[in-house]
């Protein structure tokens, strides 16, 4: 450590954070330069804290993850990333459970949990009512037990409905549509009992009557009211109300389903679009999840896209050239497959979207070729006029031909070039199969 014994002013001089053999930030006795204390001293401030957080996430990351996702839980994006790093640790993101949950994210087992403070709607009051009705009376057995137990007045029909929505109550009961149809009834029916007991009334299953306390919970439990059965929501809708409560999709994700299929398609993620060179076509599968029409100066219409898939949430522009085309498609939480190039605009790059099918359109011929045929240049050339005769109008040729490469020990996709892809897959299939080319059509919806 070194002591600063005198100051003097040096005017304005030029200041550097790497050192220096002359002036810098201040002197120190009998002339010396203080020239090379920030630097040291900051990289090595910085290299121990690499240090701890490459420890901790080697040897604790469930523990690690957990700190991160709850750190930065108000920024979507960062949160989105770090999921998708949790994923590729094999670390399982839960939705919150209204018996187990805590504030923050939470590592539960090989997993970690979803925290009540990321639920929208949900505020501090309501988190802390409920976890001090829990401590004092244990686990949530139903709803009406937990309406019964916690104050209304903290915890609000509107935060019961996104509990609900979120999956908080799944383990109790997993049709949340029918939950949600019961709290219609279960919530008056709730605050109706808090009056009673604030104004000292009762009613038989209040009182002792030989009871224990377990049979008097579960007889006044057995009076509440409960909604005619109703079927659970579609999976669709269940996973939109994850998204709009939690921020992101969290017990499954609509893009899970392809997600194998996909990578044959989009062998990159959104994550990686910043790494690809400008004026390459590229490929990405994703959901919509925002379209904003704009008009052009010369009143031409494009537009703004909000994409995302298992990785990251991104923007993608639509040009009025290619928006006339594909329109129709933009539909909010529709699937996606898009082409476009990155081009580089001000400090950050776009993602200019040309061409979209919806996922559900979309077939693959799945072409098998073994190691041998590959490298024989006649059967190359069978396989290239076949596909050339089945292409069509480019423009109209979106069926995307995969060719599985089969060697003696392994099985290897590749996915042919858009010169290749064919217009009728049908037919393509045919024409490939009776050439002796073991062909299959395949849905990308298909796992």
């Given at each position: 450590m070194v002591k600063i014994l005198t100051r003097k002013s040096l005017g304005t001089q030029n200041v550097y954070d790497i050192g220096v053999s002359s002036d810098h930030n201040f002197v120190i006795k009998n002339g010396l330069i203080a020239s090379n204390c920030f630097n040291k001293s900051h990289s090595t401030a910085y290299a121990y804290v690499t240090y701890q957080t490459a420890y901790l996430k080697a040897n604790y990351k469930l523990e690690y993850m957990a700190a991160l996702l709850t750190a930065n839980s108000g920024d979507t994006d960062?949160?989105?990333?770090?999921?998708?790093?949790?994923?590729?640790?094999?670390?399982?993101?839960?939705?919150?459970?209204?018996?187990?949950?805590?504030?923050?994210?939470?590592?539960?087992?090989?997993?970690?949990?979803?925290?009540?403070?990321?639920?929208?709607?949900?505020?501090?009051?309501?988190?802390?009512?409920?976890?001090?009705?829990?401590?004092?009376?244990?686990?949530?057995?139903?709803?009406?037990?937990?309406?019964?137990?916690?104050?209304?007045?903290?915890?609000?029909?509107?935060?019961?409905?996104?509990?609900?929505?979120?999956?908080?109550?799944?383990?109790?009961?997993?049709?949340?549509?029918?939950?949600?149809?019961?709290?219609?009834?279960?919530?008056?029916?709730?605050?109706?009992?808090?009056?009673?007991?604030?104004?000292?009334?009762?009613?038989?299953?209040?009182?002792?009557?030989?009871?224990?306390?377990?049979?008097?919970?579960?007889?006044?439990?057995?009076?509440?009211?409960?909604?005619?059965?109703?079927?659970?929501?579609?999976?669709p809708e269940k996973l939109r109300k994850e998204k709009e409560l939690l921020g992101f999709y969290v017990s499954d994700h609509p893009l899970k389903s392809i997600q194998q299929t996909a990578r044959y398609l989009a062998p990159i993620n959104l994550t990686q679009f910043g790494e690809q060179k400008e004026g390459i076509m590229v490929c990405a599968v994703v959901m919509l999840n925002g379209v904003k029409k704009v008009m052009t100066k010369k009143g031409e219409p494009m537009a703004i896209l909000q994409i995302e898939d298992l990785t990251a949430q991104s923007e993608a522009v639509v040009f009025p050239k290619y928006y006339e085309r594909i329109s129709s498609l933009l539909q909010v939480d529709s699937r996606l497959i898009i082409w476009g190039k990155i081009e580089q605009k001000d400090d950050k790059r776009q993602f200019i979207v040309e061409d979209?099918?919806?996922?559900?359109?979309?077939?693959?011929?799945?072409?098998?070729?073994?190691?041998?045929?590959?490298?024989?240049?006649?059967?190359?050339?069978r396989v290239r006029t076949i596909l050339k005769e089945h292409s069509g109008d480019r423009e109209k040729a979106k069926v995307p031909v995969i060719g599985i490469i089969?060697?003696?020990?392994?099985?290897?996709?590749?996915?042919?070039?858009?010169?290749?892809?064919?217009?009728?897959?049908?037919?393509?299939?045919?024409?490939?199969?009776?050439?002796?080319?073991?062909?299959?059509?395949?849905?990308?919806?298909?796992?």
């Open positions: 960062k949160v989105q990333k770090y999921i998708a790093s949790c994923t590729s640790l094999d670390i399982e993101i839960d939705p919150p459970d209204i018996n187990v949950s805590q504030v923050d994210f939470t590592p539960l087992a090989k997993n970690i949990l979803f925290g009540f403070s990321a639920v929208r709607n949900v505020g501090e009051n309501a988190i802390k009512c409920i976890l001090e009705a829990r401590n004092e009376g244990g686990s949530f057995k139903s709803l009406a037990d937990f309406c019964d137990r916690v104050d209304l007045r903290a915890v609000n029909r509107r935060a019961l409905e996104s509990l609900i929505y979120c999956g908080a109550f799944d383990k109790i009961e997993s049709n949340r549509h029918q939950l949600i149809k019961d709290l219609e009834l279960v919530y008056d029916w709730a605050q109706s009992r808090a009056r009673d007991r604030a104004s000292g009334q009762g009613n038989l299953f209040d009182f002792n009557g030989g009871f224990s306390h377990n049979n008097k919970a579960s007889k006044a439990f057995e009076t509440a009211p409960k909604a005619n059965p109703v079927p659970d929501l579609p999976q979209a099918e919806q996922v559900e359109t979309v077939q693959l011929v799945m072409l098998e070729l073994t190691s041998q045929q590959t490298a024989d240049i006649q059967e190359l050339n089969q060697s003696l020990n392994s099985r290897q996709a590749v996915l042919l070039g858009r010169q290749f892809w064919v217009q009728d897959s049908i037919s393509a299939f045919q024409a490939l199969n009776n050439a002796g080319y073991p062909t299959e059509l395949k849905q990308l919806t298909g796992s």
